[in-house]
């Protein structure tokens, strides 16, 4: 099943960059600067464009002349409330999806997440999402990935486990990425 609402909109091509959920099976996507907001509606086909598209700056004016409002690299949501995680370059933020305020100033993101200071992802992401289990997040990079335990509204997280290849982690996927030797 595709997502038929987002064909021939700025998320067709070159697709999605990110996104995170919301309540629901609603959720915020983006591509490049452009952000929607959508009803994804699983396992029916129905889905459907609530807002936009439109600038991430005019969705979420509080991001307007920032790194953010060119784009985003990755989000995933908080376990505090309506908050959210998002990632551009070695910089991040916390904003709140229902409000579309910043809830803290743009930080790099060693300063909000010391534990990843001397890793592969000190200097940025390239994607990620919010796992199942509470207040853990994956974390990617090139081919390689990490899972974190965050502690919210702190700094204290820590790593579960070392940077590991993706093929590694999840080998069923080695078929479908670009391995390099």
């Not at 390689?144 to 590991?164: E, F, I, N, Q």
Request: glycine share 8%; charged share 25%.
């Amino acid at each position: 099943m595709s997502f038929l609402s987002i064909a021939r909109t700025p998320f067709d091509e070159p697709g999605i960059d990110c996104s995170f959920n919301t309540e629901g099976s609603e959720a915020y996507v983006f591509s490049g600067n452009n952000c929607a907001y959508i009803d994804y509606d699983p396992k029916t086909g129905n889905d459907r464009i609530l807002v936009g598209p439109t600038t991430i700056a005019e969705m979420f004016p509080d991001l307007r002349d920032t790194v953010f409002a060119e784009g985003l690299d990755g989000a995933f949501r908080s376990t505090v409330g309506k908050e959210v995680y998002i990632f551009k370059g070695n910089q991040y933020t916390r904003i709140t999806y229902d409000t579309k305020k910043r809830k803290i100033d743009i930080l790099d993101i060693t300063q909000g997440f010391p534990v990843l200071k001397g890793t592969i992802f000190e200097n940025g992401i390239d994607a990620c999402f919010a796992s199942h289990a509470e207040n853990e997040v994956y974390l990617f990079k090139g081919k390689d990935y990490v899972r974190m335990k965050l502690t919210p509204l702190a700094t204290s997280d820590t790593l579960l486990g070392d940077v590991t290849p993706i093929v590694e982690g999840w080998p069923p996927l080695k078929d479908i990425l670009l391995v390099t030797e």
